[in-house]
């Protein structure tokens, strides 16, 4: 029994850090920058894809593999805004406008990126095998690679909150999305700082898709739930509040976990009926001030 | 400009349109046929969307799910009730849980109505799967086959209806009061509009066309499982269709989803692996370099002429 209380609660925080890097990453990409990105879960994926490719022909350890996702998916995001958002941005008479627009050019987006995974990897399910021998400890069995992904996932979680906390760039961030206007007023190039929540939702997203791929396995088509989930923990903790999706994360992550081992079919199910309760209760977020 | 004059003219268009397509099956082939009946389908479709979302503004994204039940009561009465009875019964229930779904998200808007709807689709989908694998022991159902005439005859009708409730609604009261919530929905509260009420009426409304084509669309697929029938891509595809035909007139969204039909059909043909990708891309130029779709164009292109000659 105690066994299992353990394996819920470290199973519940992988899914839980993983959930919170995603949806961090939604979280500056539409808290700040107004882009409801549908495409959020294809950098998941591309993340790991490129995790997976740099072991594989490179035999580059996945870990370090993080400091080569990370900026790959900042220049996509950075590029993607540049272009594509900036410019609907300029074209929209207003920020409602704009969220329309942007949200579904990003699912044209979401199929670009997908297909052009799907030409280049192949519709197949692929694996490698990274550190995949169990470990022993307080008499618990666990794969190593859980264990270095659980380890990971905190610590990034951990160094981006204390950036977006104390760097100079993560509180123009922080004001960017408090209010625009003042923020300008008080000497900050908001239309960078947008881009760069852009890129670094995107980033954040590519982490997320790389500590994924040590543990599970992955497709082309394996983005789509997380977009889903990111959404849900930006509900539950409120837009625009960095603080609300960490914790909403990990909440989230805590119960499906249960509910994956309660009746594993509706692991779904029961997120979406969370999602739909909070909007429907408390649209604002529960965890919003 | 005379706009009595224009009247006769628009309808004769019309009636000359119908003429034709009813009377398509003598003179062309079969294979066109299913073609023509999904061009049908996503004109319904994207019409029924922008019946509703386009005057009040809320971006509804679950035109799959009221689509799916449709197909989803086609499949449980199809062998029970007569066939007319089954695509009634699939508005119906549409319409109810449009009813349902309206009364549910009274107080969302904007960005929340949008991601609720998004997820409805995803909530009703993993249900139906759900309750396929534990509770019925069966995956997907099998419907009955319509011959391809039968079914395009089925579309042609809900189309036209479709059509012109969507033509008289916008030019009735109640469309006055749909576009009045679009543009201030307080102040449409304050001059003593029930905001409320034909908010989830009219949504519902909108629901009922979608569960209607869907309906009589699980026909032409035989068999349907909920990734069939609640598949995400059609939330969005009336979407881009309507913006890619324009909403400023009831034409718009005709043309935009039969030109964009036909366009993804011969795309699908021509370049069976790079379908997608191009979609993908026609749907980022629509949105960028389209804000007003073809109906802006031509209003634009109207404009600067009569400017010229003015």
Wanted: proline share 3%; glycine share 10%.
């Amino acid at each position: 029994m105690i066994k299992l209380v353990l394996d819920v609660i470290i199973t519940s925080l992988i899914m839980g850090g993983i959930y919170s890097l995603i949806a961090m990453g939604l979280n500056l990409q539409y808290g700040v920058a107004r882009v409801l990105n549908i495409s959020h879960g294809e950098f998941v994926m591309v993340g790991a894809f490129v995790t997976f490719w740099a072991y594989k022909l490179f035999g580059i350890n996945p870990l370090l593999s993080l400091a080569i996702c990370g900026p790959i998916l900042f220049v996509i995001g950075l590029f993607a805004y540049r272009t594509l958002f900036r410019y609907l941005r300029k074209s929209s008479q207003s920020v409602d406008i704009f969220e329309g627009r942007s949200m579904l050019a990003s699912f044209g987006m979401l199929y670009i990126i997908q297909n052009i995974a799907l030409l280049w990897w192949g519709p197949n399910v692929k694996a490698y095998n990274f550190l995949n021998y169990p470990i022993h400890f307080f008499g618990l069995t666990l794969e190593a690679n859980r264990l270095v992904a659980l380890l990971f996932t905190l610590v990034v979680v951990l160094v981006f909150y204390l950036f977006i906390l104390h760097s100079n760039l993560g509180k123009a961030i922080r004001a960017a999305s408090q209010n625009e206007a003042s923020a300008q007023l008080l000497g900050i190039n908001v239309h960078r700082v947008l881009a760069l929540c852009f890129g670094l939702g995107a980033l954040l997203a590519g982490l997320a898709g790389s500590i994924i791929s040590m543990m599970q396995e992955i497709t082309p088509v394996m983005g789509f739930p997380y977009l889903i989930i990111a959404l849900i923990v930006l509900v539950l903790g409120g837009t625009g509040n960095i603080l609300g999706s960490l914790i909403g994360g990990l909440i989230l992550g805590g119960v499906t976990t249960v509910v994956l081992y309660w009746q594993p079919d509706l692991t779904l199910v029961v997120s979406y009926a969370i999602f739909a309760l909070i909007l429907i209760i408390r649209p604002q977020g529960v965890l919003a001030r | 400009m005379d706009t009595k004059k224009a009247f006769p003219k628009k309808w004769l268009l019309s009636l000359l349109l119908i003429l034709i397509l009813a009377t398509l099956p003598f003179y062309t082939n079969p294979y066109k046929i299913v073609s023509i009946t999904s061009i049908l389908m996503y004109v319904c479709l994207t019409v029924s969307w922008v019946m509703f979302c386009a005057p009040t503004r809320y971006m509804s994204l679950a035109t799959a799910t009221f689509f799916g039940v449709g197909m989803y009561t086609s499949g449980i009465l199809g062998e029970i009730l007569p066939f007319p009875l089954v695509v009634v019964c699939g508005g119906f229930i549409s319409f109810l849980i449009g009813l349902l779904t309206g009364i549910i998200c009274l107080r969302l808007r904007g960005f929340y109505f949008a991601i609720f709807t998004f997820g409805l689709n995803e909530l009703v989908r993993n249900s139906v799967v759900w309750w396929e694998a534990n509770v019925s022991g069966t995956v997907g159902r099998w419907v009955i086959i319509l011959e391809s005439m039968t079914i395009y005859y089925y579309m042609l009708v809900i189309v036209l209806l479709t059509v012109l409730v969507a033509y008289f609604l916008r030019r009735s009261r109640f469309g006055l009061i749909l576009y009045s919530i679009g543009e201030s929905e307080e102040a449409a509260a304050h001059i003593g509009i029930d905001v409320t009420r034909y908010r989830i009426i009219f949504f519902a409304v909108s629901c009922f066309f979608m569960g209607l084509a869907g309906a009589v669309m699980a026909t032409k697929w035989a068999y349907i499982d909920p990734r069939i029938a609640f598949n995400p891509v059609l939330n969005f595809t009336p979407v881009l269709m309507a913006l890619f035909g324009g909403v400023g007139e009831i034409y718009g969204p005709v043309l935009g989803a039969s030109l964009l039909t036909a366009i993804s059909e011969v795309l699908l043909s021509r370049f069976p692996y790079y379908y997608m990708l191009l979609y993908g891309i026609i749907f980022i130029v629509v949105i960028s370099f389209l804000p007003d779709g073809l109906v802006g164009l031509t209003r634009k292109w109207r404009k600067e002429t009569t400017d010229a000659i003015g």
